[in-house]
T-cell receptor, first 115, second 112 residues
Framework: KNQVEQSPQSLIILEGKNCTLQCNYTVSPFSNLRWYKQDTGRGPVSLTIMTFSENTKSNGRYTATLDADTKQSSLHITASQLSDSASYICVVSADRGSTLGRLYFGRGTQLTVWP | DTAVSQTPKYLVTQMGNDKSIKCEQNLGHDTMYWYKQDSKKFLKIMFSYNNKELIINETVPNRFSPKSPDKAHLNLHINSLELGDSAVYFC???????????FGEGSRLTVL
């Protein structure tokens, strides 16, 4: 069964600290994995995309990693800011050819950054 | 300027009523979606349209009827609203099925 599991469910950190969010998936055949950020009361916005051949990708203070062998991804946030408080959602795409390009969503990690 | 816009942003209505939510995208994308986000923030696909044709229908009750008059619009009509329909509904679009999703701001539906 194609699933996406995220951990932790919620996380509270102090401003300026680093944190790492995890995403494990069983989606197959794998096409790509995206991390989205959803601010309260807003729609999710894509932060980064990871394809099969990519191990690490950075977008400012956000760094995503992918281990396609163990089917794990992480999102590392460096020097957190209050504006990082949001829900972070991991979305995995199944290969378009065999499963009509389905998307599988994790339940998200709710990050709260305190001053 | 808004890429994906949906209206209304808030909707409060009584059980049994019929309501519609409208969505428009100006990104030139071929694929549009409706997602339902429950109280636990889980996003669940409801429908997907590609070039005005329905391609995904995720066992949604037939009280929900999407309509796509053209590839830039995907509206959602809900008949006989129930308490369990209370949620935030997100419209989204993408260039291809596995592409980046661009979401609207959401429509919060409250059924009393």
């Amino acid at each position: 069964k194609n699933q996406v599991e995220q951990s932790p469910q919620s996380l509270i950190i102090l401003e300026g600290k680093n944190c790492t969010l995890q995403c494990n998936y069983t989606v197959s055949p794998f096409s790509n994995l995206r991390w989205y950020k959803q601010d309260t009361g807003r729609g999710p916005v894509s932060l980064t995309i990871m394809t099969f051949s990519e191990n690490t990708k950075s977008n400012g203070r956000y760094t995503a990693t992918l281990d396609a062998d163990t089917k794990q991804s992480s999102l590392h946030i460096t020097a957190s800011q209050l504006s990082d408080s949001a829900s972070y959602i991991c979305v995995v795409s199944a290969d378009r050819g065999s499963t009509l390009g389905r998307l599988y969503f994790g339940r998200g990690t709710q990050l709260t950054v305190w001053p | 300027d808004t890429a994906v816009s949906q209206t209304p942003k808030y909707l409060v209505t009584q059980m049994g009523n019929d309501k519609s939510i409208k969505c428009e995208q100006n990104l030139g994308h071929d694929t549009m979606y409706w997602y339902k986000q429950d109280s636990k923030k889980f996003l669940k696909i409801m429908f997907s349209y590609n070039n005005k044709e329905l391609i995904i229908n995720e066992t949604v009750p037939n009280r929900f009827s999407p309509k796509s008059p053209d590839k830039a619009h995907l509206n959602l009509h809900i008949n006989s609203l129930e308490l369990g329909d209370s949620a935030v509904y997100f419209c989204a679009s993408s260039q291809v099925l596995t592409g980046e999703l661009f979401f609207g701001e959401g429509s919060r539906l409250t059924v009393l």
